[in-house]
C-alpha cells in the first residue's frame, strides 16, 4: 500500500501496489477534507476514470455540468471529458474509491505531483511550475489541462522540462515507467 498525504490540501491518495503502467487499470481511495477541492480542469484522452462514493459527498464537474454523488454513488468519467471534482461538504470528509482504465502512468504522475506538492509546502498549486511541467511533459497524451490549446501545452511543457532539467529541479522526480501499452500504439 502506497499512501501519499498532501497535509495543507486535507488530500490523501492510498493505492494498493506500486505503479504498473501496463495494468489493466488502477484503483486508489481518495480522501478530501471538508471543502476539499481536487485538481484544476483536466481530461485524460486515453482513460476512463470511475468514482465510487464510500462516505460523504462528491461533487464532480464534467464537461461544464455539475453533478452531486452522495455516499453509494457513482460517477463515471469517459475518456476525453474535461472534468475535476471537490468535496460537496464544509462539514464532513469524502472518501471514493477512484479506478482509472487503463493503468498508464497515472499512479507515477500522481505520486511525482504529490512529492513537489509537499516539497512546496503541501497543497497541489505549492507544487514548482518547473517540475510541474517537466511531469506534463511526461505525460503527454495522457493528461491534458482544459483551456490550454494542445500544442501551446506542448510547447509550455517542453520548454519548462528543458529547463528543469538544465537547473537540476528534476534530481527530486523518479523517472517515467516506460510502457509497453504505450510504445506499442
Known amino acids: ?46 482513460q476512463t476514470e470511475h468514482f465510487e462514493v464510500m462516505s460523504g459527498c462528491l461533487v464532480a464537474t464534467v464537461n461544464g455540468e455539475q453533478r452531486r454523488v452522495e455516499a453509494g454513488g457513482e460517477a463515471l468519467i469517459e475518456a476525453g471529458a474535461v472534468h475535476t471534482f471537490k468535496n460537496g461538504s464544509e462539514t464532513d470528509r469524502v472518501v471514493c474509491r477512484c479506478t482509472a482504465t487503463p493503468a498508464l502512468n497515472l499512479q507515477w504522475f500522481l505520486t511525482e505531483m504529490a512529492g513537489a506538492a509537499n516539497r512546496g509546502g503541501g497543497r497541489w498549486d505549492d507544487a514548482s511550475l518547473l517540475e510541474v511541467g517537466y511531469a506534463l511533459n511526461q505525460m503527454q497524451g495522457e493528461y491534458q489541462l482544459a483551456g490550454i490549446p494542445s500544442f501551446l501545452q506542448t ?27 504505450l510504445a506499442g500504439e
Open 1 to 46: 500500500m502506497i499512501t501519499l498525504t498532501l497535509p495543507k490540501q486535507g488530500e490523501t491518495l492510498v493505492f494498493f501496489g506500486p505503479p504498473d503502467s501496463d495494468a489493466p487499470s488502477v484503483t486508489f481511495e481518495m480522501h478530501l477534507a471538508p471543502g476539499g477541492k481536487g485538481p484544476t480542469p483536466h481530461s485524460h484522452p486515453k
Open 155 to 181: 510547447l509550455l511543457a517542453n520548454g519548462l522540462a528543458r529547463m528543469a532539467q538544465q537547473l537540476g529541479r528534476t534530481k527530486h522526480i523518479a523517472p517515467r515507467p516506460s510502457s509497453a501499452r
